[in-house]
């Protein structure tokens, strides 16, 4: 169950913890490197619109696969970025470093073969896996909340207590 939950769950953690010693990322940015973290899962759109509906309507051959891509990251981050006025350069990388810690997240998964998927496109190569775990396996997400919790809980002690950071 490493999916869109345990994504957006470990890029709060991450980004949280490292508000914590970076100026410049406030608990107003993590938010965005959360969003940034579901842009690999956009992929799980052709269940509800089949790739075959979308040709018809382009008018010529289209694939989700490129979406879960560090290309396709950056390409849907960059036009996610348009939308925003202020700051677009730190909105942009926490969307990139969301939408890749995403990506490694998935390549640590076990695949039949021992191999991620091309999630370095354009990079042609499939890394190995070191396959720590199995998609399906509940006490991946079970951990992620958990930590979670942990540090959301360290995270609301630390504003309540006078800080510099805040």
């Known amino acids: 169950m490493a999916e869109l939950l345990t994504h957006v769950l470990v890029a709060y953690v991450l980004l ?5 010693q970076i100026d410049g990322l406030t608990p ?3 938010p965005i490197g959360m969003a940034g973290a579901a842009i690999p899962d956009l992929v799980k759109v052709g269940i509800l619109v089949d790739e075959r509906t979308v040709e018809a309507l382009l008018g010529f051959p ?3 696969g490129p979406i879960s891509t560090i290309g396709g ?10 939308c925003f006025t ?3 350069p730190r909105v942009f990388g926490l969307l990139v470093a969301g939408g890749t810690l995403s990506l490694v997240l998935d390549g640590l ?5 021992g191999q991620a998927s091309f999630w370095l496109y354009p990079i042609w190569w499939r890394p190995p896996t070191p396959s720590l775990y199995v998609t399906s396996d509940p006490r991946v997400t ?3 909340v958990v ?3 942990g540090v959301f809980l360290a995270d609301r002690d630390a504003s309540d207590a006078p800080s510099e950071r805040r």
């Open 109 to 113: 998964r076990m695949y039949a073969d």
């Open 16 to 20: 949280t913890v490292g508000s914590w």
């Open 62 to 64: 289209f694939s989700y």
């Open 147 to 149: 930590v979670a919790a």
């Open 28 to 30: 107003r940015w993590v």
């Open 73 to 82: 990251v950056v390409v849907i981050a960059a036009g996610i970025t348009l």
């Open 86 to 88: 202020e700051d677009r």
């Open 142 to 144: 079970a951990v992620a």
